[in-house]
């Protein structure tokens, strides 16, 4: 049987363009590669960039004002490092307590679940059921 595919034809490719196309291949593994070994330093100067980019306005404005920028700056800094320690201290609490009052909920629910399957007529679902009291504790 013959094969009538149309021969693959490569182009005519001079010395300089297949050098120019292995180093083009090549500084872009070397970029990927270098994103995935620096991820965390790259995230870091992304998180600067936006940082520094949604202060710019007020810093702008508090310049406009008459306070120079390094002072703007440490100024926003100091409202963002209070309202956060604020979110900790007032936020925190309100947090875990919920935290607790859903894990006492997810094993009151566990249980009962067990117990109704377990009560099931039907016996796949309770052969190979255990309630596990002490984790529940």
Known sequence: ???????LELPELSVRQLVTATLVVGLVALSVWMLFRFHQVV???VAGVIISTALQPAVAWLQRRGLPASASVLALFSVLALVVILLVIFGAP??????ANIGAQLSDAYGS???WMQESS???SYTHLTLPTSDLV
């Open 1 to 7: 049987m013959l094969d009538h595919r149309p021969a």
């Open 122 to 124: 039907n016996p796949v």
């Open 43 to 45: 995230l870091i100067l």
């Open 113 to 115: 679940l067990v117990r």
């Open 94 to 99: 309100l947090v875990a307590e919920q935290a």
